[in-house]
C-alpha cells in the first residue's frame, strides 16, 4: 500500500502532492520540498508528525 499527500492539506496556497509506496519515502519527498519551496519553514521532528496526521492510504 503507498501513502499520498497535498501541500494544500497545510493551508498552503501550492498545488504540489506526493505519493510514495511507503511513508520513509514519502516525508523524503515532502523534507526536500519544503526546504526548497516554503523557505523558511524548517523541517522539525514536530512537523513530521503533523505531515504524518495528513498521509492518505492510496
Ligand atoms: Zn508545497
Same mark, same amino acid.
Not at 497535498?6 to 510514495?20: L, Q, V
Not at 524548517?42 to 503533523?50: F, K, N, S
Given at each position: 500500500?503507498?501513502?499520498k499527500?497535498r /501541500?494544500?492539506?497545510?493551508?498552503?496556497d /501550492? $498545488?504540489?502532492e506526493f =505519493?510514495?509506496? #511507503?511513508?520513509d %519515502? @514519502?516525508l523524503?519527498?515532502? %523534507? @526536500?520540498? =519544503?526546504? =526548497?519551496?516554503?523557505? $523558511?519553514? #524548517?523541517?522539525t $521532528? #514536530? @512537523?513530521? #508528525?503533523?505531515v504524518? =496526521?495528513?498521509l492518505?492510504p492510496?
Amino acid at each position: 500500500m503507498g501513502v499520498k499527500i497535498r /501541500c494544500a492539506d497545510f493551508n498552503n496556497d /501550492c $498545488p504540489a502532492e506526493f =505519493t510514495a509506496g #511507503e511513508e520513509d %519515502e @514519502l516525508l523524503q519527498h515532502v %523534507e @526536500l520540498h =519544503t526546504r =526548497t519551496a516554503h523557505q $523558511p519553514m #524548517e523541517w522539525t $521532528p #514536530e @512537523l513530521v #508528525e503533523v505531515v504524518k =496526521t495528513h498521509l492518505q492510504p492510496v
